[in-house]
């Protein structure tokens, strides 16, 4: 489930779930 995270940190969590 890959977006388009606003934050490089998000988008580093959104990886782990």
Do not use: A, L
């Not at 489930?1 to 779930?17: L, Y």
């Amino acid at each position: 489930m890959k977006r388009e995270p606003i934050n490089p940190v998000i988008d580093e969590i959104t990886e782990k779930f």
